[in-house]
């Protein structure tokens, strides 16, 4: 039995931990189909976001992990402005995580450190593309395992 920082002899449970050991962008796209125009008549746009996560065995228990966010912009008559798709990637190996918490563990937490990485590339791309940066708001990865577990959008 493990004893605590205060000698008592309580048991200490084994601290579960996600290391990432490498994250790279793995496919980055930026799309400005109607420049210059589009540049020359700012106007507010229409943004929808689509953001997926995928994990799958790489080997020697290391996953890799990929989020993946697309986020498109109208006009307001329903003209793109552009398109920006990041494939955000890890990988990592988890410590102390049953088999009942690694889904969780690569397809919740994970993704969650990924994602200021990733919202920040996708900023600087919308940004050097023309446009003002997109900072994308937090996105809840429980709530979307639970949709994409139930059968529904995956769309945040």
Same mark, same amino acid.
């Given at each position: 039995?493990?004893?605590?920082?205060?000698?008592?002899?309580?048991?200490?449970?084994?601290?579960?931990?996600?290391?990432?050991?490498?994250?790279?962008?793995?496919?980055?796209?930026?799309?400005?189909?109607?420049?210059?125009?589009?540049?020359?008549?700012?106007?507010?746009?229409?943004?929808?976001?689509?953001?997926?996560?995928?994990?799958?065995? #790489?080997?020697? /228990?290391?996953?890799? $992990?990929? &989020?993946?966010?697309? %986020? @498109?912009?109208?006009? *307001? #008559?329903?003209? /793109?402005?552009?398109? $920006?798709? &990041?494939?955000?990637? %890890? @990988?990592?190996?988890? *410590?102390?995580?049953?088999?009942?918490?690694?889904?969780?563990?690569?397809?919740?937490?994970?993704?969650?450190?990924?994602?200021?990485?990733?919202?920040?590339?996708?900023?600087?791309?919308?940004?050097?593309?023309?446009?003002?940066?997109?900072?994308?708001?937090?996105?809840?990865?429980?709530?979307?395992?639970?949709?994409?577990?139930?059968?529904?959008?995956?769309?945040?």
């Amino acid at each position: 039995m493990a004893e605590d920082n205060n000698g008592a002899g309580a048991a200490v449970k084994p601290r579960r931990a996600i290391t990432i050991l490498a994250q790279y962008i793995k496919d980055l796209s930026f799309e400005n189909p109607r420049a210059p125009m589009s540049l020359l008549q700012p106007q507010q746009p229409q943004l929808s976001l689509n953001v997926e996560v995928k994990a799958a065995p #790489a080997s020697d /228990g290391r996953y890799e $992990v990929v &989020l993946t966010i697309q %986020a @498109a912009a109208q006009n *307001s #008559a329903g003209e /793109g402005l552009f398109v $920006v798709e &990041l494939s955000y990637a %890890a @990988a990592v190996t988890l *410590s102390d995580v049953g088999p009942e918490e690694t889904q969780q563990a690569l397809l919740v937490e994970t993704p969650r450190l990924l994602f200021p990485f990733a919202r920040a590339v996708i900023a600087d791309a919308t940004r050097d593309g023309g446009f003002p940066p997109v900072f994308l708001q937090p996105i809840d990865f429980f709530d979307l395992l639970r949709r994409q577990q139930s059968g529904g959008t995956a769309t945040a």
